[in-house]
């Protein structure tokens, strides 16, 4: 079973309107961590956001959110504004607890290529 | 600058001639960590060492070699490349392993 489904293999949206990004996950370890990495057409790895399983609140970095539903178990990604340099692939993955993840492995999904509009 | 860099940024090679893909990081961070990124794949752990006493496989550690002599640096090491490990290589490393991964730049190598 896929443990990050990411379920939009592509995306538009227009700038300056918001988007959405789904993310669902799956796990049975109490601990985990979630994360946001955009991956631009250079190829680099950009670190966005983390939500830890015990956040009591959606995490924000700038025009980032992510609409943290841990009884659904999504983690869906919030860019505000959107501007014509969000176009990339953005990658959804998770940590789960060192009890059961000795190497400290990230978890990918296949990613969503979101392209803005002018 | 806080940084991961990674050399070389491309890399085409033949079958069989050894290759080092270098990693370092100037954060001070314990942990380190290569994955490959493939299409299809996704990006899968190779190796990862949890501070330069402890360097252990990842998911996918076969065909490859890693050493963690000094903190700051974690070479990837390919003794006989083949065209299957042909991918886009990433270094990450974090303060410790439950921390925030931070990535380099990526290593495009092509294996002829």
């Known amino acids: 079973a896929q443990k990050i489904t990411q379920t939009q293999p592509g995306m538009f949206v227009q700038e300056k309107e918001a988007v959405t990004l789904d993310c669902t996950y799956d796990t049975s370890d109490p601990s985990y961590g979630l994360f946001w990495y955009k991956q631009p057409s250079s190829g680099e790895m950009i670190f966005l956001i983390y939500q830890g399983s015990y956040d009591q609140q959606n995490a924000t970095e700038g025009r980032y959110s992510l609409n943290f539903q841990k009884a659904r178990k999504s983690a869906n990604l919030v860019i505000s504004a959107s501007q014509l340099g969000d176009s990339a692939m953005y990658f959804c993955?998770?940590?789960?607890?060192?009890?059961?993840?000795?190497?400290?492995?990230?978890?990918f999904g296949q990613g969503t290529e979101l392209s803005v509009k002018p | 600058e806080a940084q991961v860099t990674q050399n070389p940024r491309y890399l085409i090679t033949v079958t069989g001639k050894k290759l080092t893909v270098t990693c370092s990081q100037n954060?001070?961070?314990?942990?380190m960590s290569w994955y490959r990124q493939d299409p299809g794949l996704g990006l899968r752990q190779i190796y990862y060492s949890m501070n330069v006493e402890v360097t252990d496989k990842g998911d996918v550690p076969e065909g490859y070699k890693v050493s963690r002599k000094e903190k700051r640096n974690f070479p990837l090491i390919l003794e006989s490349p083949s065209p299957n490990q042909t991918s886009l290589y990433f270094c990450?490393?974090?303060?410790?392993?439950?921390?925030?991964?931070?990535f380099g730049p990526g290593t495009r190598l092509t294996v002829l």
């Open positions: 954060m001070n961070h314990e942990y």
């Open positions: 993955a998770m940590r789960e607890g060192l009890i059961y993840n000795q190497g400290g492995k990230l978890i």
């Open positions: 990450a490393s974090s303060f410790i392993a439950a921390d925030t991964q931070y």
